[in-house]
C-alpha cells in the first residue's frame, strides 16, 4: 500500500509503493514527483520486476533523473529529482 508524506534522512519526501501493481505505481510515482519544489527529491521503494521497469524507465522518458540507490532480492530504492527542479 502506498505510503507518503515521510520524509527520509536526507529531508527528501519518501513513497513507499511495495506491492502496488502496474501501471498505478508509475502514474503514482509520477504524480509525487510533479509535486516537488526546487532542489527536492523524492525517494521510492518499488518492487523488483515489472514495476522496477516500467517506473524507472516512464520516468527517465519524462526526463527526470532517477537513481537506483538501494536493493535487495525483493525491492530497490529510488532516488528521483525532477525535470523541473
Known sequence: ????????????????????PCPVNFIRSSLAVEKLNNH?????????GEPEKMVLS????????????????NWLTLKVRS???
Open 58 to 73: 516512464g520516468l527517465e522518458k519524462a526526463g527526470h533523473v532517477v537513481k537506483v540507490i538501494s536493493e535487495d532480492e
Open 83 to 85: 525535470s523541473a527542479g
Open 40 to 48: 527536492e527529491s523524492l525517494t521510492i521503494y518499488l518492487d523488483k
Open 1 to 20: 500500500m502506498e505510503r507518503m508524506n515521510s520524509k527520509d534522512s536526507f529531508g527528501s519526501q519518501c513513497l513507499d509503493l511495495r506491492g502496488t
